[in-house]
């Protein structure tokens, strides 16, 4: 077997929710309860009792929970021969506040989908006083004809897991520890008619959570929102989307309609003006234009002319304002102009000034969730550096004891004091409280013997030797320094630095013993999809230019990517400074510009820059930019109702065995996926291929590869089985089973390259 | 909030004795001046906390002013008068610090300078220690210490049934508490309601928390204020938490208690040991495992529909294709759970890999003392080591005493020997 599963569940519980038991007859049926109890010593403690919140206590439902509808908000042309789907991305949701524990294989959940169309008696109107939408069916409209049976409610909602179980796994632990490919999901029954518009909405199924979410008071029974005899009904929506039915908008139609084109004139490049900027500008200069991340084939990006560099010299640096991007990281504080290197080019271009502060806006944009992130992996950073300023004080404390009260002390008192320390192998008799009795300055013998000079121990002989100096031997025996170092490395571990030659270096730098911890988080999220959300003019200008249902060939400009991140970990290092964290000056936390999630250049992959202290001086911006992105030969761009319909398209290449068949996809290096891919919102989507597209079309140099365009292989569709009349719930003994005989498999169409990227013959003389 | 919880309200600070948690921001203390000008000068500072089982509160004045006198120097005076209060609530207890001084100090030198300080504990009886310090050409100190509150009858000693008291505390239904998760796993709206009296009601995803600040648990307890402890249950106090049945994994949870109130301590321990310690209190129950279905998952082999587009524009099918595993993982990453999800909005978009700095947490050790060989000082081996709990290390100290071990010693932290 070499094809993935999906794996089907009918429920999923967690928490409390999982351990309901069946209500008593006198306990409230409209909320669960537990079987809670203690024991003190082995004695059992009565405790109170215990109820979970149920139907009737929810009004609402986060609005982030929805990750996925089918079709898509506002689509138009959705087949009429599927069922209209809502994913969540808790697998629990829809069964967490039904209050009974599961009849075996079944469990009602508290939520289901409904599709109603828009008709006269149909309206869905937002209640302003409790913030939430209700439906209305009335009038000509029959709520128990358009509403569907929810007896069978238990059927309709199921988990989907995506993916093979690692070898002696469970599905239970495969679900909580891989998040990402389970959803929960609901399905509604109702067939379509074609070329109508519907509302679909998720509504409770239980009545008090219709009364709850209307307003209105409460039964006291677990009765259904609605029943057959039911012919006016008013319900609360949780969520609601609007679509159409017709012709036209299944994958393969949409992926027939795309053509290849010849990107519009000046696409990538926007006019850079800087007369208002208070620059000094020689009469009738202009600055070349600013070329964006994304830009046509053969596209160059000039060097910034020489006036602009000279009237920003002078501006840039710490003394002066201007911030000096990658200053710290090269140890520098000021840039001349004929600079040759990365640091000029970055900080006296206008241009890339102006995309280091796009960079910039996007980190202020996201300030507190970076300063969180960087603040959970710094652990106990703070912690640490209170022990190591208590212990600096110390330190010093210590040492100005020692040097008022020990040191002026003469030798031999001296290595009396040291004595009780050395660890030797015997006591020296002349080190004993007798002896030294006897020889006393003022004692019986002073005045007829002249007492040799104290020896001290080997040990401290040996040190003596050494060190060069008994004294000197003696006192380091003594020295705070030493203690507190070696204080601070129990509790901190390997934080502080431990050979001889690093603390004294440490020492010999600032006097102390030990520095502040600094600390260097890593941040591996990708940026594009920030830019593109901020500022997509920059991220492809132009895009508005680019015609409908079109494939693009564009390419990367690492020029653009390296300016944007150095904005970026250079607003992020202030930022983290200004709340106090301990940022270590000379790293670079972001180093990902493309998003590479979902495709080949994984995390694996080298980052798409290398960090900036690391960068040489004398190479250009291009220089720097060293990641795998930096192998992408093209970037394929697609623009069209294909990505309005399915956003998350996969897009991959096969290698031809012939020009009409595949090679074999089971061996790996006949598969190319994407380095990277993005999106532009609505409809535009681009990948970044690792092959140039005269090798991908063919022809002389082999046969060739093919496109491969697929639908997100986790979001799968559902409808009637086209082989089976029977209603799919009949026989059914779960959920999992109903899930089973609705799927839809995910559809794939693959297209040689050379049909894909060959040229729209061009009508109105418009030339590549 | 968060894995600690605590109660603790400050206007101005706290006692001096009590040390706050880590991460709690310590506000300075209230200053108030009385009159306008800068000399003299009159300064009003107070503070008052309130924790979960204390009452503090202190106010200081400080009084400066001086006179310059040409050709003799500038003279000052400046006194203070000063007290922290901190009355421990169960079992009552009440310690005072008052302080006084005054000072004369001629161009910055103190001539005539008079201080005093002294501790005042209570209720029964009142014991009053401290010293009072002249400096007149020279220093000269006293020091006094002064039981007020006749004890000539030792009475009889109050005995309490603690495990009784533990017992009604627990099952008292204001003990009970049940927490909403964090924002980001409530998942849902919810409607106000009036609480139903007498009953717990918590969020299927939340966790039920139960707690008392009569007595710590699996602590061996020695006593409960001035009383003695009786009764059927005896300390150390276990407490397990049952669901349908059978133990849940509960987590514990810590509360402060004054250690003087509950462990018989030396003199050297009480004046050495910081006066509150978090023990165990209660127990939290979060279940998070899943619950899944025994037998009823289904299985479906992942296939594509393929279809060809060929350069004519014309769409032919071309049957199923396997979809490998290795794809389906490397292409789940890019889809809606994933892109949407609840792990990339937020901070956990930014996540990344922990960056491992801890600080260790404070070890103890009981350990033997072997007597020195010549020349060597005493040897300490390492009978058992615990980590941040010094009751529990004195308990395993005690334990081995009166096993008939000598020569044991408790140390801390740093001289923990290795090995």
Known sequence: MTSSTYHFLPWLREGLASRLRQPAPNEDPRRGHLAVGGTLNGQPLTVPPVQVLGPGDVIGLDRAQVIRTDPVPGATGFDTGQYATVDFDSPTLPWLFTPRPPDGDRLAPWLCLIVVPQQRGVSLSVNARLGIAELTISGPTDAAAVLPDLANAWAWAHVQYAGDLDPGQTLGQAIAKYPERSVSRLVCPTRLDADVRYHACVVPTFAIGRDAGLGRPLGSTLAPAWTAADHQVTLPVYHHWEFTTGAGARFVDLVRALRFRTPPAGIGERPFDVSQSGLTTPAGATMPPLVGALCGFGTEVDPAPQWARQALAPMVGAATGLPLYGGEQAGATAVPANDPGWLGELNLDPRHRAVAALGAAVVRDRQEDLAAAAWEQAGEVSAANELVGSARFGARMATSRLDRHITGLATSTLAQFVTPLQRAAAADPESSNAYRRITRPRGPFAAKVQPTTLSTSDGVRAAAAATGGERDALLALLSPQTAVHDRLRRRLGAIVPETRAARAAAAATDGEPVRPVLVAPT?????????????????????????????????????????????????????????????????????????????????????????????????????????????????????????????????????????????????????????????????????????????????????????????????????????????????????????????????????????????????????S | MGDDPSFLVSLGGF????????????????????????????????????????????????????????????????????????????????????????????????????????????????????????????????????????????????????????????????????????????????????????????????????????????????????????????????????????????????????????????????????????????????????????????????????????????????????????????????????????????????AGPDIGVAVAKPTFAVVRVAPPASGVIATLQPEQIMVDSYAAAREALRAAAEAGVRRLRLVDNDEVPAG
């Open chain 2, 15 to 350: 006692n001096p004795r009590f040390k706050p948690p880590e991460h709690f921001p310590v506000p300075r203390r209230l200053t108030l001046s009385l009159g306008e000008s800068d000399n003299p000068r009159l300064r009003l500072s107070a503070y008052l906390a309130l924790t979960s089982n204390t009452v503090q509160f202190g106010a200081r004045l400080d009084l400066y002013a001086s006179v310059s006198v040409p050709v003799v120097g500038t003279f000052s005076i400046s006194a203070l008068l000063g007290f922290d209060a901190l009355i421990t609530l169960d079992p009552l207890g009440l310690v005072v610090d008052i302080y006084a001084g005054v000072s004369l100090m001629w161009d910055g030198d103190p001539v005539l300078a008079v201080y005093l300080e002294f501790t005042l504990t209570g209720p029964t009886p009142w014991h009053a220690v401290g010293t009072a310090t002249f400096k007149f050409l020279g220093t000269h100190s006293i020091h006094f210490d002064v039981t007020v509150g006749r004890r000539a009858v030792e009475p009889p000693p109050v005995l309490v049934d603690l495990g009784g008291r533990l017992r009604t505390a627990l099952e008292d239904v204001d003990s009970w508490s049940a927490a909403l998760p964090d924002a980001t796993g409530a998942a849902v709206t919810l409607a106000e309601h009036a609480a139903v009296p007498d009953v717990v009601t918590v969020h299927p995803l939340g966790s039920l928390t139960v707690t008392q600040q009569v007595a710590p648990l699996n602590l061996r307890i020695d006593r409960y204020g001035s009383a003695r402890l009786t009764g059927d249950a005896a300390p150390p106090f276990t407490l397990g938490i049952t669901l349908d049945g059978r133990s849940a994994e509960a987590e514990p949870v810590r509360e402060d208690f004054a250690q003087g109130e509950y462990l018989d301590l030396t003199e050297a321990e009480r004046l050495s040991w910081p006066s509150f310690a978090s023990w165990e209190a209660g127990a939290r129950v979060d279940d998070s495992a899943l619950l899944v279905p025994p037998s009823a998952a289904r299985t479906v082999s992942a296939r594509y529909e393929q279809w060809e587009l060929g350069p004519d524009g014309v769409v032919t099918p071309l049957g199923a294709a396997d979809l490998p595993d290795d794809r389906m993982r490397l292409q789940v990453a890019g889809g809606a759970a994933a892109v949407n999800g609840a792990w990339a909005r937020g901070e956990r978009a930014f």
């Open chain 1, 523 to 767: 941040i591996p999220t990708a940026m594009a999809p920030e830019l593109a959300r901020v500022a997509p003019q920059f991220l492809l200008p132009g895009a508005d230019d680019i015609e409908a249902d079109s494939v693009l060939a564009l390419q990367t400009n690492p020029h653009f990517v390296a300016a944007f991140l150095a904005g970026v970990n250079a607003e992020l290092a202030s930022e983290l400074r200004w709340r106090q964290y301990p940022l270590d000056g000379t790293a670079t936390p972001i180093q990902q510009f493309w998003d590479r999630r979902g495709q080949g250049g994984g995390a694996a992959a080298s980052p798409d820059i290398e960090g900036m202290a690391s960068w040489d001086r004398a190479d250009g911006l291009a220089g720097a930019f060293r990641g795998a992105s930096a192998t992408a030969q093209v970037v394929l761009l697609i623009r069209g109702g294909l990505l309005r319909h399915f956003p998350r398209t996969a897009v991959y290449m096969i290698r031809a065995a012939d020009p009409d068949h595949l090679a074999d996809e089971r061996n790996a290096a006949n598969v190319a996926y994407p380095i990277f891919s993005g999106a532009l919102e609505p409809d535009i989507r681009f990948f970044g291929f690792p092959i140039s597209t005269t090798d991908a079309a063919g022809g002389a140099t082999g046969p060739g590869w093919f496109f491969a365009l697929s639908e997100q292989p986790t979001e799968t569709r559902f409808g009637p089985p086209p082989s089976d009349p029977r209603p799919p719930t009949q026989g059914a003994a779960s959920a999992a089973e109903v899930a089973e005989r609705t799927l839809r498999p995910p559809v794939r169409v693959i297209v040689h390259a050379s049909t894909l990227l060959a040229t729209e013959p061009v009508a109105n003389g418009e030339n």
